[in-house]
Protein backbone atom coordinates (compact mmCIF):
# COMPACT_ATOMS: atom_id res chain seq x y z
CA UNK A 1 0.00 0.00 0.00
CA UNK A 2 2.70 1.99 1.21
CA UNK A 3 4.17 2.50 -2.12
CA UNK A 4 1.12 2.31 -4.68
CA UNK A 5 -0.20 5.18 -2.49
CA UNK A 6 3.50 6.92 -1.48
CA UNK A 7 2.26 10.27 0.36
CA UNK A 8 -1.05 10.61 -0.47
CA UNK A 9 -3.78 10.04 2.15
CA UNK A 10 -4.07 6.41 1.33
CA UNK A 11 -0.62 6.15 2.17
CA UNK A 12 -0.42 3.69 5.50
CA UNK A 13 2.51 6.25 6.82
CA UNK A 14 3.32 8.66 5.04
CA UNK A 15 4.46 11.97 7.33
CA UNK A 16 2.42 14.60 5.38
CA UNK A 17 -0.56 13.73 6.93
CA UNK A 18 0.62 13.61 10.44
CA UNK A 19 1.05 16.45 13.36
CA UNK A 20 4.00 14.08 14.26
CA UNK A 21 6.05 10.74 14.09
CA UNK A 22 3.87 9.38 17.46
CA UNK A 23 0.77 9.99 15.33
CA UNK A 24 1.74 8.42 12.14
CA UNK A 25 2.90 5.05 13.79
CA UNK A 26 0.26 4.77 16.04
CA UNK A 27 -1.65 4.82 13.47
CA UNK A 28 0.48 2.59 11.08
CA UNK A 29 -0.02 0.39 14.63
CA UNK A 30 -4.03 0.55 14.23
CA UNK A 31 -4.26 -0.01 10.49
CA UNK A 32 -1.86 -3.21 11.11
CA UNK A 33 -4.43 -4.31 13.97
CA UNK A 34 -6.99 -4.51 11.79
CA UNK A 35 -5.49 -5.97 9.44
CA UNK A 36 -4.49 -9.20 11.05
CA UNK A 37 -7.89 -9.14 12.92
CA UNK A 38 -9.84 -9.66 10.08
CA UNK A 39 -11.72 -6.24 10.37
CA UNK A 40 -9.69 -4.35 7.01
CA UNK A 41 -9.02 -6.56 4.11
CA UNK A 42 -6.64 -5.27 1.63
CA UNK A 43 -7.61 -4.32 -1.93
CA UNK A 44 -7.49 -7.34 -4.07
CA UNK A 45 -4.45 -5.22 -6.27
CA UNK A 46 -2.25 -6.26 -3.44
CA UNK A 47 -3.26 -9.83 -2.82
CA UNK A 48 -3.78 -10.99 -6.85
CA UNK A 49 -1.16 -12.79 -6.95
CA UNK A 50 0.07 -15.69 -4.09
CA UNK A 51 0.58 -14.26 -0.65
CA UNK A 52 0.95 -17.08 1.92
CA UNK A 53 -1.05 -17.19 5.14
CA UNK A 54 0.84 -18.55 8.00
CA UNK A 55 -1.99 -18.06 10.24
CA UNK A 56 -0.72 -19.83 13.08
CA UNK A 57 3.00 -18.30 12.91
CA UNK A 58 0.97 -15.20 13.16
CA UNK A 59 -0.72 -15.98 16.19
CA UNK A 60 2.60 -16.71 17.89
CA UNK A 61 4.22 -13.87 16.38
CA UNK A 62 1.69 -11.45 17.59
CA UNK A 63 0.93 -12.48 21.16
CA UNK A 64 1.93 -11.05 24.53
CA UNK A 65 3.28 -14.35 25.54
CA UNK A 66 6.12 -14.27 22.37
CA UNK A 67 7.33 -11.10 23.27
CA UNK A 68 7.45 -11.14 27.01
CA UNK A 69 9.61 -14.23 26.06
CA UNK A 70 11.96 -11.92 23.64
CA UNK A 71 12.12 -9.63 26.40
CA UNK A 72 13.43 -11.82 28.74
CA UNK A 73 15.58 -13.64 26.64
CA UNK A 74 17.22 -10.07 26.03
CA UNK A 75 17.40 -9.21 29.73
CA UNK A 76 19.23 -12.98 30.06
CA UNK A 77 21.64 -11.79 27.50
CA UNK A 78 22.41 -8.66 29.43
CA UNK A 79 22.30 -10.47 32.78
CA UNK A 80 24.95 -12.55 31.35
CA UNK A 81 27.09 -10.33 29.06
CA UNK A 82 26.65 -6.86 29.75
CA UNK A 83 30.22 -5.38 32.08
CA UNK A 84 27.81 -2.91 33.64
CA UNK A 85 24.47 -1.65 34.87
CA UNK A 86 25.23 0.51 32.32
CA UNK A 87 24.85 -1.46 29.34
CA UNK A 88 20.41 -2.28 30.43
CA UNK A 89 19.62 1.27 29.67
CA UNK A 90 19.96 -0.18 26.25
CA UNK A 91 16.89 -2.71 26.60
CA UNK A 92 14.41 -0.02 25.39
CA UNK A 93 16.09 0.28 22.25
CA UNK A 94 15.95 -4.01 22.40
CA UNK A 95 12.72 -4.16 22.85
CA UNK A 96 11.03 -1.59 20.65
CA UNK A 97 13.28 -1.68 17.46
CA UNK A 98 10.98 -2.43 15.46
CA UNK A 99 8.03 0.06 15.80
CA UNK A 100 11.43 2.79 16.33
CA UNK A 101 13.01 2.04 13.07
CA UNK A 102 9.59 2.18 11.21
CA UNK A 103 9.30 5.52 12.37
CA UNK A 104 12.52 6.96 11.57
CA UNK A 105 12.67 5.56 8.28
CA UNK A 106 9.19 6.93 7.17
CA UNK A 107 9.45 9.86 8.85
CA UNK A 108 12.50 11.34 7.75
CA UNK A 109 13.00 9.07 4.29
CA UNK A 110 9.82 11.40 3.57
CA UNK A 111 10.91 14.49 4.77
CA UNK A 112 14.65 14.97 5.18
CA UNK A 113 17.38 14.59 2.46
CA UNK A 114 17.69 14.27 -1.30
CA UNK A 115 16.24 12.68 -4.30
CA UNK A 116 18.14 11.38 -7.09
CA UNK A 117 15.14 10.29 -8.64
CA UNK A 118 11.64 12.09 -9.76
CA UNK A 119 8.91 9.41 -8.60
CA UNK A 120 5.87 11.23 -7.95
CA UNK A 121 6.02 11.09 -4.36
CA UNK A 122 8.12 13.12 -1.66
CA UNK A 123 10.38 10.41 -0.87
CA UNK A 124 13.89 11.09 -0.08
CA UNK A 125 17.78 9.81 0.52
CA UNK A 126 19.07 10.85 3.71
CA UNK A 127 23.05 10.53 4.21
CA UNK A 128 24.96 9.95 6.49
CA UNK A 129 21.89 8.29 8.11
CA UNK A 130 21.42 5.93 5.22
CA UNK A 131 24.38 4.42 5.64
CA UNK A 132 23.89 3.91 9.23
CA UNK A 133 20.48 2.47 9.00
CA UNK A 134 21.95 -0.19 6.91
CA UNK A 135 20.89 1.71 3.47
CA UNK A 136 17.17 1.91 4.77
CA UNK A 137 17.11 5.62 4.55
CA UNK A 138 17.83 5.64 0.78
CA UNK A 139 13.89 5.88 0.30
CA UNK A 140 13.97 7.68 -2.58
CA UNK A 141 16.31 5.20 -4.50
CA UNK A 142 14.17 2.46 -3.23
CA UNK A 143 10.42 3.84 -4.21
CA UNK A 144 12.19 4.26 -7.78
CA UNK A 145 13.11 0.53 -7.84
CA UNK A 146 11.48 -1.25 -5.38
CA UNK A 147 12.44 -4.41 -6.22
CA UNK A 148 15.92 -3.90 -6.40
CA UNK A 149 17.35 -5.22 -3.03
CA UNK A 150 20.37 -2.52 -3.46
CA UNK A 151 19.21 0.65 -2.30
CA UNK A 152 22.30 2.59 -2.59
CA UNK A 153 22.64 4.27 -5.98
CA UNK A 154 24.94 6.40 -5.98
CA UNK A 155 29.02 6.30 -5.38
CA UNK A 156 28.39 7.81 -1.64
CA UNK A 157 25.84 5.54 -0.81
CA UNK A 158 26.33 2.68 1.35
CA UNK A 159 23.89 0.10 1.33
CA UNK A 160 25.09 -2.33 4.11
CA UNK A 161 21.93 -4.52 3.90
CA UNK A 162 22.80 -5.56 0.20
CA UNK A 163 26.35 -6.56 1.24
CA UNK A 164 25.25 -8.61 3.76
CA UNK A 165 22.52 -10.36 1.60
CA UNK A 166 25.07 -10.72 -1.14
CA UNK A 167 27.14 -12.26 1.69
CA UNK A 168 24.65 -14.71 2.27
CA UNK A 169 23.66 -15.63 -1.47
CA UNK A 170 27.58 -16.38 -1.90
CA UNK A 171 27.44 -18.85 0.73
CA UNK A 172 24.07 -20.40 -0.74
CA UNK A 173 21.80 -18.98 2.62
CA UNK A 174 19.56 -17.29 0.40
CA UNK A 175 18.79 -16.55 -3.39
CA UNK A 176 18.51 -12.89 -4.47
CA UNK A 177 15.48 -13.10 -7.25
CA UNK A 178 16.70 -11.40 -10.35
CA UNK A 179 14.61 -8.23 -10.94
CA UNK A 180 11.66 -8.06 -13.02
CA UNK A 181 11.99 -6.57 -16.65
CA UNK A 182 10.12 -3.54 -16.22
CA UNK A 183 12.51 -2.42 -12.97
CA UNK A 184 15.76 -2.94 -15.88
CA UNK A 185 14.07 -0.85 -18.03
CA UNK A 186 15.24 3.21 -17.80
CA UNK A 187 13.45 5.78 -15.90
CA UNK A 188 13.54 9.91 -16.05
CA UNK A 189 17.20 10.19 -14.15
CA UNK A 190 17.92 13.94 -12.39
CA UNK A 191 20.49 14.78 -10.76
Known amino acids: ?59 VGNHIITRIIFALAYTTLYIMFAPSLWWFLLLPIHFFMGPVQGAIVNWFGHKLGYANYSNGDRSRNTTPWGIILMGELFQNNHHYKKYDPNFAKRWYEFDGTYIIMKGLQHYGIIKLKALPVKELLPKAYHA
Not at 22 to 37: N, R
Open 1 to 59: MHHTYSDTEKDPHSPHFFRDIWQMMWHTYKLFGEFHSGKKIADRQFTKEYIPKWDALDK
